[in-house]
T-cell receptor
Framework: DVKVTQSSRYLVKRTGEKVFLECVQDMDHENMFWYRQDPGLGLRLIYFSYDVKMKEKGDIPEGYSVSREKKERFSLILESASTNQTSMYLC?????????????FGEGSWLTVV | GQSLEQPSEVTAVEGAIVQINCTYQTSGFYGLSWYQQHDGGAPTFLSYNALDGLEETGRFSSFLSRSDSYGYLLLQELQMKDSASYFCAHPGGFKTIFGAGTRLFVKA
């Protein structure tokens, strides 16, 4: 089974702090994603990466950056956390080898910024 | 732009059949996927339709009509454990776009 592991399940950070959310996948997938999920808004794509050191902006990249130094690891960085970034963050991965592009998600990281 | 529209909530009775609709507007088309998410859990893949017609997987079926830009997820013999949110998604290459989700409430 594909496993996508997010390092932190629940975090509470202060406004202005730098926040790192880490994600690791074990299926040698080329593609990795960070989504944000808010009630009534569904899943919104923040950034994605289709290869090591490659990254592309999603629909809501403002206030976020990402890092992919190794194929299995994709990190989301909040340079200066703000209260409007309180949300659930979902990491995901997929293979490029199938056109259906099934997305495998981690369990999510609940971030509260106070 | 791209968008997928689905109802925000649906309520049905245990043992019944329920249909969750999804209409989409996309630039290019790569099929329609469905995901299930229980409260506090991760979304999990249910089905994918690349071509028109019905795909069946046990109690769940998914339908696609490309000419109508429309699809649906059909859940039969509803069980309490089917209470969850269901998302339609457009797997557009690297950038999968999700609908806002339909919250299904199954009542006894």
């Amino acid at each position: 089974d594909v496993k996508v592991t997010q390092s932190s399940r629940y975090l509470v950070k202060r406004t202005g702090e730098k926040v790192f959310l880490e994600c690791v996948q074990d299926m040698d997938h080329e593609n990795m994603f960070w989504y944000r999920q808010d009630p009534g808004l569904g899943l919104r794509l923040i950034y994605f990466s289709y290869d090591v050191k490659m990254k592309e902006k999603g629909d809501i990249p403002e206030g976020y950056s990402v890092s992919r130094e190794k194929k299995e690891r994709f990190s989301l960085i909040l340079e200066s956390a703000s209260t409007n970034q309180t949300s659930m963050y979902l990491c995901a991965s997929s293979s490029s080898r199938w056109s259906g592009n099934t997305i495998y998600f981690g369990e999510g990281s609940w971030l509260t910024v106070v | 732009g791209q968008s997928l529209e689905q109802p925000s909530e649906v309520t049905a009775v245990e043992g019944a059949i329920v249909q969750i609709n999804c209409t989409y507007q996309t630039s290019g088309f790569y099929g329609l996927s469905w995901y299930q998410q229980h409260d506090g859990g991760a979304p999990t893949f249910l089905s994918y339709n690349a071509l028109d017609g019905l795909e069946e997987t046990g109690r769940f079926s998914s339908f696609l009509s490309r000419s109508d830009s429309y699809g649906y997820l059909l859940l039969q013999e509803l069980q309490m454990k089917d209470s969850a949110s269901y998302f339609c998604a457009h797997p557009g290459g690297f950038k999968t776009i999700f609908g806002a989700g339909t919250r299904l409430f199954v009542k006894a």
